[in-house]
Structures are given as C-alpha cells and as structure tokens.
C-alpha cells in the first residue's frame, strides 16, 4: 500500500514540474519591458529598455508605448534583433515623460 502511494506522489510530483516547466518555457518567447529609468538625475534622460527574448528578430511595427496622454508614440520602422536589446530614449524616440507607461498591441 505504501508503495502505490509513493508512487501516485511521484507521478503527481513528476506533473506538477512539467506543468510549471511549460510555463517557465512559454514566458521566454516574447517582448519585455526590461527596465524602465522615470526620474533621472540633472542632465540625464528618461528611457525605456525593451528585450526580444525569442529567437527571431522581431519589428514593433504594430507597437507603441505612452503613459496615459492617450497620444501613442508609434514604433513603426523599429525592431529588435533576436536576443538583444533596445533602449528608446525621451527626445530621440518619444517626447512624453514617463509618469505611467504602457505598451499596446494594435
């Protein structure tokens, strides 16, 4: 009797892991917000650092980001190679402060 308990344990163990692997595994393939810089020091800029953790270079063509002025900054003609990174900066690539920030699919 013990022994189909353990069993049953490790069987159910044994799912638990691969469910939480599954997930662990899916959140790895998208477009992350990766760190956000809102209240500078004097004489340095606001910006918002974006990292493409898939395998495939990605265009934000269909992205844009804003913080709640309802004016989206569209990110056509911008994109992301497969694994690196991409910081947009306040002046250069949106004019906004960055107060509350969202990024939209469309």
Same mark, same amino acid.
Request: aromatic content about 14%.
């Given at each position: 009797?013990? @022994?189909?308990?353990?069993? =049953?344990? =490790?069987?159910?163990?044994? /799912?638990?892991?691969?469910?939480?692997? @599954? @997930? $662990?595994? /899916?959140?790895?393939?998208?477009?992350?917000? +990766?760190?956000?810089?809102? +209240?500078? !020091?004097?004489?340095?800029? !606001?910006?918002?650092?974006?990292? +493409?953790? $898939? /395998?495939?270079?990605?265009? &934000?063509?269909?992205?844009?980001? !804003?913080?709640? $002025?309802? =004016?989206?900054?569209?990110? /056509?003609?911008?994109?992301?190679?497969?694994?690196?990174?991409?910081?947009? !900066?306040?002046?250069?690539?949106?004019?906004?402060? &960055?107060? =509350?920030?969202?990024?939209?699919?469309?």
């Amino acid at each position: 009797m013990k @022994k189909s308990y353990l069993i =049953i344990l =490790i069987l159910i163990s044994a /799912a638990i892991f691969l469910a939480f692997a @599954k @997930k $662990t595994e /899916a959140a790895d393939d998208h477009i992350v917000i +990766n760190e956000i810089y809102p +209240n500078p !020091e004097t004489g340095e800029i !606001e910006w918002i650092e974006l990292f +493409n953790s $898939t /395998a495939l270079d990605f265009s &934000l063509d269909n992205y844009s980001v !804003e913080d709640g $002025t309802h =004016i989206p900054k569209v990110l /056509a003609g911008y994109s992301i190679l497969a694994g690196q990174y991409l910081v947009l !900066e306040k002046g250069a690539d949106f004019s906004f402060g &960055l107060n =509350i920030l969202a990024i939209f699919w469309s």
